[in-house]
């Protein structure tokens, strides 16, 4: 039994965002929005965009399920293109620290930076980095992102490079924004590699990115 189609109408506006190729400059105020704009939907693809009369006349004596969004704007979900959502530990009290013209190799130093969040995001298991992911993602799609690129990088060793990235992979499998991963291995040095970087580099290549691969 074929799906029924689904008609979002009466839209006080729809963005669509159309165009022959990408906007710059000026042209980027123009987001190609419809006045009481409508969505045919169907299955899960969307089938025509328009204003309401038209895709009511395309959908002729087809039975749709109406979805009325009469006063709001209906706009395409937004794709986040660079994230580090999947991590332990809070930094927000560096943002002070910026704002008053620290340099983050100075916050470094005083055990701040990407080093705190490693150490953090090592300690957490992967249920809890699943769980506060879950979180972020939720907050993410209240403001309408749809996707996501996340990064790994807060691991820098393989057991917890792989704990970020299978708990992306559980995201995307769970949660209704699509989360493509990033292994981020060389994020920075290992402590351990000090002053070895090309020996880092190696166990990155032949001791985590297989398994990456693999998985």
Known sequence: MSQ??????????LVTCAGKAPKRGKDMSDIGRIKDGAVLID?????????????KQQCGSTACEIIDAAGKTVLPGFVDSHTHFVFGGYRAEEFSWRLRGDSYMSIMERGGGINATVSKT??????ELVKSG??????????????????????????????QLRAMKE?????????VS???????????YKDRERDFIDFLLHEVMPVVKEE
């Open 182 to 192: 990033t292994f981020l291995g060389p994020h920075s040095v290992l402590p351990e």
């Open 122 to 127: 090592r300690e957490a298991t992967l249920e």
């Open 171 to 179: 995201l995307n499998r769970t949660h209704a924004v699509d989360v």
């Open 4 to 13: 029924k189609k689904k008609l979002i109408c009466h839209a006080a506006e």
């Open 43 to 55: 299955g899960d693809k969307i089938a025509a965009v328009g204003t309401t009369g038209q895709l």
């Open 134 to 163: 879950r979180n972020r993602l939720d907050r993410m799609l209240e403001f309408g992102v749809t996707t996501v690129e996340g990064k790994s990088g807060y691991g820098l060793d393989k057991e917890t490079e792989l704990k």
